[in-house]
T-cell receptor
Framework: DQQVKQNSPSLSVQEGRISILNCDYTNSMFDYFLWYKKYPAEGPTFLIS?????DKNEDGRFTVFLNKSAKHLSLHIVPSQPGDSAVYFCAARGTGRRALTFGSGTRLQVQP | KAGVTQTPRYLIKTRGQQVTLSCSPI?????VSWYQQTPGQGLQFLFEYFSETQRNKGNFPGRFSGRQFSNSRSEMNVSTLELGDSALYLC?????????????FGEGSRLTVL
């Protein structure tokens, strides 16, 4: 039973446009959410995070939105650049727990 | 500052064999976590070690085990390999002194079981 779901395996957008990656979760005990980016043959790297007490966190071109009532979060990348092409993983942490639960990832392709 | 180092990067084993993977965390990091990545399944948590003690364990069979040494380096072992164990095994380090937010991942060890 996947507690963190990324229902879109892939996404293609044009350079300069907005990329929106979505993530849904089922466990109401999750209190912290993170996004990681992974290039081929490299380990995932941390991108941005958000606590459950917030509904938005922004870092440069990257913004994460959290809708707790819908158990949904999204990552917005504006403007998208070809270097953003990678697999993006959504992850969540349960209250008081140490392990992260990851989604299955979304492959983003930014077309020049 | 050197990143997380995993060895070997690639290996091929046959069913029934065992394998040991190694992870050297970022200097000063005392927590090492292991994750398994398979196509379509994301990253599945295996276990976490802190100060040579297993602090958390995921839902994997007992064939999967690990340990951590006094210098924080960690190893994981998989015994009696099965075809389904073919995966990318990722190690991540953190300071371990607070609840995990950002983890620093290595490049992974890709295991193929024939």
């Amino acid at each position: 039973d996947q507690q963190v779901k990324q229902n879109s395996p892939s996404l293609s957008v044009q350079e300069g446009r907005i990329s929106i990656l979505n993530c849904d979760y089922t466990n109401s005990m999750f209190d912290y959410f993170l996004w990681y980016k992974k290039y081929p043959a490299e380990g995932p790297t941390f991108l941005i995070s958000i606590s459950s007490i917030k509904d938005k966190n922004e870092d440069g071109r990257f913004t994460v939105f959290l809708n707790k009532s819908a158990k949904h979060l999204s990552l917005h990348i504006v403007p998208s650049q070809p270097g953003d092409s990678a697999v993006y993983f959504c992850a969540a942490r349960g209250t008081g727990r140490r392990a992260l639960t990851f989604g299955s990832g979304t492959r983003l392709q930014v077309q020049p | 500052k050197a990143g997380v180092t995993q060895t070997p990067r690639y290996l091929i084993k046959t069913r029934g064999q065992q394998v040991t993977l190694s992870c050297s965390p970022i200097s000063g990091h005392r927590s090492v976590s292991w994750y398994q990545q398979t196509p379509g399944q994301g990253l599945q948590f295996l276990f976490e070690y802190f100060s040579e003690t297993q602090r958390n364990k995921g839902n994997f069979p007992g064939r999967f085990s690990g340990r951590q040494f006094s210098n924080s380096r960690s190893e994981m072992n998989v015994s009696t390999l099965e075809l389904g164990d073919s995966a990318l095994y990722l190690c991540a380090s953190s300071t371990g002194t607070d609840l995990p937010g950002e983890l620093f991942f290595g490049e992974g060890s890709r295991l193929t079981v024939l």
